[in-house]
T-cell receptor
Framework: SQKIEQNSEALNIQEGKTATLTCNYT??????LQWYRQDPGRGPVFLLL?????KEKRKERLKVTFDTTLKQSLFHITASQPADSATYLC???????????FGTGTKLQVIP | DADVTQTPRNRITKTGKRIMLECSQT?????MYWYRQDPGLGLRLIYY???????NKGEISDGYSVSRQAQAKFSLSLESAIPNQTALYFC??????????FGPGTRLLVL
């Protein structure tokens, strides 16, 4: 069955450092992959989308890579700030009229 | 005003009661979704609708039903609530692009 794995353990990093979160998947051939941010008790908010034919995508301090051979995406936040503390979800879809499947998320804590 | 609204935001009900959660969107999207979120289990898809005449079961549809009253409205019903349906429920929409826009969530407690 399709499986998306994100590190369930919280990631704690020092302010100013680069945070790197991992999303691995199996039994899946996604057409695209998305990253969302979720704050406690609130709905997820879209951050970035990367397609299968793209290796890297950037938006301000955020960078996403997508390796379809390794079946892995890395999500980087450079110059991290305490306001970046949240849970980050990756989501995959085969595109078209296929539903999106979400990972369980990784909680990031940026320590001042 | 929020693009995706959910009512109620919080609800406490008793086992066996019928309840309805409502979702409205002003984004003009055709696609709407209902998810539940439980600690450690992430977001799980209950039902989804790609247009007004299209309703599809997600991975955990048992015990739930939905109604797509209009392009902008998608409601979720629990015909006979049970305690393991206690969770945080989210409605989401998407257009032709794949990005999903989520509502603020409904926190449901079934006693």
């Amino acid at each position: 069955s399709q499986k998306i794995e994100q590190n369930s353990e919280a990631l704690n990093i020092q302010e100013g450092k680069t945070a790197t979160l991992t999303c691995n998947y199996t039994n899946y051939s996604p057409a695209y992959l998305q990253w969302y941010r979720q704050d406690p008790g609130r709905g997820p908010v879209f951050l970035l989308l990367i397609r299968e034919n793209e290796k890297e995508k950037r938006k301000e301090r955020l960078k996403v890579t997508f390796d379809t051979t390794l079946k892995q995406s890395l999500f980087h936040i450079t110059a991290s700030q305490p306001a970046d503390s949240a849970t980050y979800l990756c989501a995959l879809s085969s595109g078209g009229y296929q539903k999106v499947t979400f990972g369980t998320g990784t909680k990031l804590q940026v320590i001042p | 005003d929020a693009d995706v609204t959910q009512t109620p935001r919080n609800r406490i009900t008793k086992t066996g009661k019928r309840i309805m959660l409502e979702c409205s969107q002003t984004k003009g999207h055709d696609r709407m979704y209902w998810y539940r979120q439980d600690p450690g289990l992430g977001l799980r898809l209950i039902y989804y609708s790609f247009d007004v005449k299209d309703i599809n079961k997600g991975e955990i549809s048992d015990g739930y039903s939905v109604s797509r009253q209009a392009q902008a409205k998608f409601s979720l019903s629990l015909e006979s609530a049970i305690p393991n349906q206690t969770a945080l429920y989210f409605c989401a929409t998407s257009g032709r692009a794949e990005t999903q826009y989520f509502g603020p969530g409904t926190r449901l407690l079934v006693l």
